[in-house]
Nanobody, 117 residues
Framework: QVQLVESGGGLVQSGGSLRLSCAAS????????MSWYRQAPGKERELVAT???????KYSDSVKGRFTIVRDSAKSSVYLIMNSLKPEDTAVYYC???????????WGQGTQVTVFS
């Protein structure tokens, strides 16, 4: 059974940092595009960052320069390093994997990030 297990969320003061982790199991990790999404209360889920199978990364404008997505194929894991956090970054963060060129995709259960000022 495919699993994406996130960890690393928590409560942090504005300007602080967090590192989210997502460990994937039962997928051929190197063939999957890995992404992080987030969903704030009352808002739609939005794409935060993506790492392609070739390790090309993309970021939403709201996090560019502050967040970094890192994939580690040896560990079948993807990380989201979040710096200079702002209260508007408060959301549930989800790990998402999609088979490149295919239709298989999977979601993690989400991890809460709360940034207070």
């Amino acid at each position: 059974q495919v699993q994406l297990v996130e960890s690393g969320g928590g409560l942090v003061q504005s300007g602080g940092s967090l590192r989210l982790s997502c460990a994937a199991s039962q997928i051929y990790f190197r063939f999957y595009v890995m992404s992080w999404y987030r969903q704030a209360p009352g808002k739609e889920r939005e794409l935060v960052a993506t790492s392609s199978t070739g390790n090309v990364t993309k970021y939403s404008d709201s996090v560019k320069g502050r967040f970094t997505i890192v994939r580690d194929s040896a560990k079948s894991s993807v990380y989201l390093i979040m710096n200079s956090l702002k209260p508007e970054d408060t959301a549930v963060y989800y790990c998402y994997s999609r088979l490149e060129g295919g239709i298989l995709d999977y979601w993690g259960q989400g991890t809460q990030v709360t940034v207070f000022s």
